[in-house]
Each structure stands twice: as structure tokens, then as C-alpha cells.
């Protein structure tokens, strides 16, 4: 049974940074795309950043409201993928969830959901 473990979200100040990580387990195989995606209160889930490839180059998207803020990178042999979320505002506040597939395009996996809050 694969699952993805979230960990690392919580409460923190505007211009504040947090480090997000999601460690899945159960799995056959790497999955080739790790991500994230968050919601906040009455929106719809959005990918925030995604990463794919696993042992050749990484390719890394992002949102444009968070680039230059935030980082994804991944740990293969862990099968690990993280979020540093620096420079953070108010309207990055969400549950943030882990995402992984062995697809480039197509989420097999959800994590848990992990509360993210921004204070002004």
C-alpha cells in the first residue's frame, strides 16, 4: 500500500520561511513526478510546484506567485520530495498536499494534507 507522509507545515510569520517534505513508501517504483499542490478556504486545489524525473535531469515548474520563493527538489533514494517555501505571505496560507505518479502528467497519489499558515 503506497503512501505519501507529509510533514514540516505550521504556523509562522509573513517573510517567514517553511520546509515541507513528503516521504512515500510502499511503492514498486521511483515515482517520476513529485509535487505539490495546496487549497486555502473556499478555492479550488492548485498545483503550487512539481518535479519529474527520476536518476536523468529533474525538470521543476512552479506557479508564477511562487517562484523565486519557493524550491522543490527531490531525494531519489528516498523517494522524498521537498518543498523550502521562503519570503512566505499571507496568501500562501492552505493545506498544502504531496502528490506523486509514475507519469509525468498524472497523479497517482495524495498525501494526507498538511496545514500551512501565514500571519501578517
Known amino acids: 500500500q503506497v503512501q505519501l507522509v507529509e510533514s514540516g507545515g505550521g504556523l509562522v510569520q509573513a517573510g517567514g520561511s517553511l520546509r515541507l517534505s513528503c516521504a512515500a513508501s510502499?511503492?514498486?517504483?521511483?515515482?517520476?513526478?513529485m509535487g505539490w499542490y495546496r487549497q486555502a478556504p473556499g478555492k479550488q486545489r492548485e498545483l503550487v510546484a512539481q518535479?519529474?524525473?527520476?536518476?536523468?535531469?529533474?525538470?521543476?515548474n512552479y506557479i508564477d506567485s511562487v517562484k523565486g520563493r519557493f524550491t522543490i527538489s527531490r531525494d531519489n533514494a528516498k523517494n522524498t520530495v521537498y518543498l523550502q517555501m521562503n519570503s512566505l505571505r499571507p496568501e500562501d496560507t492552505a493545506d498544502y498536499y504531496c502528490?506523486?505518479?509514475?507519469?509525468?502528467?498524472?497523479?497517482?497519489?495524495w498525501g494526507q494534507g498538511n496545514q500551512v499558515t501565514v500571519s501578517s
Open positions: 518535479i519529474t524525473g527520476h536518476g536523468r535531469t529533474n525538470y521543476a
Open positions: 510502499g511503492s514498486r517504483f521511483v515515482f517520476n513526478l
Open positions: 502528490a506523486a505518479g509514475y507519469e509525468d502528467n498524472k497523479v497517482d497519489y
